[in-house]
């Protein structure tokens, strides 16, 4: 079994899908991604030949192909999966990067971390328990993530008699919470990762399913989330200044374009100052152009000579994210060492840091059934909960549910430089939705 070769120029002409897994302990999540990657292909013949090797050792006649992607020794033993594994593949029709994250609830932040540049998350259900805590959990933790797309795979159909009743008892029960946590799309597919039904081919064994297997969907579901679409901004990384014989005059500013799109002659502020100025050119890759969108390296010109640093954020005049010291955020901590009321952090917006202090904890979520703990006093690792930072200079922070690059921030140690917290500012959760259909010639999409 051989990747896929693919030109350079069919792989341009693809667009490309970030997508994760989550699943509670047992219920095959390995197995269903090494199912997608040993049918669609892109397993490398000596990664099968290790996977048959290791196999055989252990007494078993077929290959498990959960071991494709459980690449830590530990998590070889135990049979789990324990950190992020990331693996890239591609079709005729899309590019794939694929996070697998854990399942159990001490890896939350695993899961965070790999969802939170996810535009889909394709969340594991085993037909026999249904929907049980972790499920909700990797629900809550999609919503809370603002994932556009979310798929309910539920798996060892097999094991139920690829029963329809069994499917759309689950179903039914998953789209129902998901949608109440404002997730906008849901879509159901019953699978079986061991024998291969609807993962890449349909099955044969559920002629009462007429929806699109997993790898159909990842590759004709929409990616939404255009940041050329979304309100413009331009974190600045550096400010270059030659001040050669060639160019004595030179001042640009060098960044990537977090989001949206920058044109010759718009008028832009500059922040947290609020400066307005204009734009007088943009230069990329040596070049001289009228427009620029995001995610391109770019240098902006500006007509006039502002006081402009690393940190500093470029945005339409017209269209400027509120500028506050005082976030209000949710944050999943991943440290080890807790977070405190009191306690003084580092705040990473975009290319900007600054010294903050955590003003309050007001609550920590429980995401088994999303209670409320007021007033925790600390966080803990794996912890999600709602804190108040003050900064000591002013940031320009949208709202997470408007820009997942420009709303969201890290809490950081002073002292070490360790990660202490992913931030996502503003609500927790989307308002609740009605769920969306993602076939319309689909009888099961949720």
Same mark, same amino acid.
Request: overall charge negative.
């Given at each position: 079994m051989t990747t896929p070769i693919l030109s350079a120029e069919q792989l341009s002409a693809t667009t490309l899908l970030r997508f994760a897994t989550a699943g509670s302990v047992d219920d095959g999540k390995s197995t269903l991604v090494g199912r997608l990657l040993h049918d669609s292909k892109s397993v490398l013949t000596d990664q099968l030949e290790a996977v048959e090797q290791v196999s055989l050792s252990r007494g078993q006649e077929a290959p498990d192909l959960a071991l494709l992607t459980d690449g830590l020794r530990a998590e070889r033993e135990q049979g789990i999966t324990i950190d992020v594994a990331y693996r890239y593949f591609a079709t005729a029709r899309r590019r794939f990067i694929l996070a697998d994250t854990p399942g159990h609830v001490q890896y939350t932040r695993n899961m965070v971390t790999g969802a939170s540049t996810a535009e889909l998350a394709v969340v594991l259900v085993d037909a026999r328990n249904g929907v049980v805590e972790q499920t909700r959990r990797h629900a809550a933790v999609a919503a809370l993530l603002r994932v556009p797309h979310v798929v309910l795979a539920v798996n060892k159909m097999d094991l139920v008699d690829y029963a329809e009743p069994v499917f759309a008892s689950i179903a039914e029960e998953f789209t129902a919470y998901a949608a109440s946590l404002g997730v906008p799309e849901i879509t159901a597919i019953p699978i079986s990762a061991l024998a291969g039904d609807n993962v890449v081919e349909p099955s044969a064994h559920m002629d009462w399913y007429g929806g699109p297997t997993v790898l159909e969907h990842l590759e004709t579901v929409p990616v939404s989330h255009d940041l050329t679409a979304c309100h413009a901004r331009f974190p600045v990384q550096y400010v270059i200044r030659p001040q050669t014989a060639e160019h004595p005059d030179y001042r640009g500013y060098a960044g990537q374009i977090a989001a949206g799109v920058f044109r010759v002659g718009e008028a832009v502020s500059v922040l !947290?100052?609020?400066? *307005? *100025? *204009?734009? +007088?050119?943009?230069?990329?890759?040596g070049e001289s152009v009228d427009i620029a969108w995001a995610p391109q390296s770019v240098t902006l010109r500006l007509a006039d000579d502002i006081d402009i640093s690393r940190g500093d954020l470029i945005a339409p005049a017209a269209d400027v994210p509120p500028v506050t010291r005082d976030v209000q955020a949710t944050v999943c901590h991943v440290a080890d060492q807790p977070l405190s009321v009191g306690q003084r952090v580092l705040l990473k917006h975009t290319t900007r840091t600054v010294k903050a202090i955590v003003k309050d904890i007001p609550s920590r979520l429980t995401l088994d059934d999303l209670s409320q703990h007021p007033a925790p006093g600390q966080l803990v690792a794996n912890d999600i909960g709602r804190v108040v930072v003050r900064t000591a200079e002013p940031l320009a922070l949208d709202t997470y549910a408007d820009s997942r690059r420009t709303g969201s921030f890290l809490l950081i140690d002073p002292a070490?430089? *360790? +990660?202490?917290?992913?931030?996502? =500012?503003? +609500?927790?959760? =989307?308002? =609740? +939705?009605? !769920?969306?259909?993602?076939?319309?010639?689909a009888e099961w999409d949720f």
């Open positions: !947290p100052s609020g400066r *307005t *100025t *204009t734009i +007088t050119g943009i230069d990329a890759l070490d430089g *360790t +990660t202490l917290s992913a931030g996502m =500012a503003g +609500t927790a959760f =989307a308002a =609740a +939705t009605e !769920p969306v259909v993602a076939d319309d010639d």
